[in-house]
């Protein structure tokens, strides 16, 4: 089991800033990839960024050049920067690792969610 523990979000105006950061613990010396995900209201979850544990990384579309992820292997932690806001931000950001399960497939494991909202 991992547990993640995440802080940050909050309420900002357009064009600001915010950092989300997660917090790994139990086997977290078997997660290979970790990040963040997000949900809006009505809307499905959807990926916003992730980095493995060689320190590639994958970024949506919409966040590239805006938001950055950078990954702390030694701490277990992954933390979101996030810049230049927009109001189509709002959402619910979930940190995600994913651990193989020995079956050729990885688990989810997600965490409790942090509000991020952004106003016009």
């Known amino acids: 089991q991992v547990q993640l523990v995440e802080s940050g979000g909050g309420l900002v105006q357009a064009g600001g800033s915010l950092r989300l950061s ?6 977290s010396f078997s997660i290979v990839v970790m990040g963040w995900y997000r ?3 009505g809307k499905q979850r959807e990926l916003v960024a992730v980095s ?5 990384t994958n970024y949506a579309g919409s966040v590239k050049g805006r938001f950055t992820i950078s990954r702390d292997n030694a701490k277990n932690t992954v933390v979101l920067q996030m810049n230049s806001l927009k109001p189509e931000d ?20 997600w965490g409790q ?3 991020v909202t ?3």
């Open 22 to 27: 997660c917090a790994a613990s139990g086997r």
């Open 39 to 41: 949900q809006a209201p």
């Open 52 to 56: 493995t544990r060689g320190s590639s």
């Open 90 to 109: 709002t959402a619910v950001y979930y940190c995600n690792a994913k651990i193989p399960n020995g079956l050729g497939a990885v688990d989810d494991y």
């Open 113 to 115: 969610g942090t509000q």
């Open 118 to 120: 952004v106003s016009s």
